[in-house]
Nanobody, 123 residues
Framework: VTLVESGGGLVQAGASLRLSCAASGGTFSSYGMAWFRQVPGNDRDLIAAINWSGSETYYVDFAKGRFIISRDSTTKMLHLQMNNLKVDDTAVYYC?????????????????WGQGTQVTVSS
């Protein structure tokens, strides 16, 4: 499975961005998926996760009410809509896929990772 993120960039605080993750290979519709982010010197942190069908989602506290995870099995795409961005959201954002269909909450739950896309939020 190959995952390629896009949509990152430099924005001002309060702006919105939509990250996308294109999947190829494997069986996208059967995988649990998630978005993580990482800043230098820190661990990779979960942002949001979604199960194989999209019927269940999970958000960590900082993402609730601002970020929305979604998936489209027809196009094999995973998205993360990010609204009201804050300076603290600056990080490299990664999409991840698990051969387990349900929601995963930890980085070791995921088998495949994208290369990451940089999101920088200025004040």
């Amino acid at each position: 499975v190959t995952l390629v993120e896009s949509g990152g960039g430099l924005v001002q605080a309060g702006a919105s961005l939509r990250l996308s993750c294109a999947a190829s290979g494997g069986t996208f519709s059967s995988y649990g998926m998630a978005w993580f982010r990482q800043v230098p010197g820190n661990d990779r942190d979960l942002i949001a996760a979604i199960n194989w069908s999209g019927s269940e989602t999970y958000y960590v506290d900082f993402a609730k009410g601002r970020f929305i995870i979604s998936r489209d099995s027809t196009t094999k795409m995973l998205h993360l809509q990010m609204n009201n961005l804050k300076v603290d959201d600056t990080a490299v954002y990664y999409c991840a896929a698990s051969f387990l269909p349900e929601i995963g909450l930890r980085a070791p739950d995921f088998n495949w990772w994208g290369q990451g896309t940089q999101v920088t939020v200025s004040s």
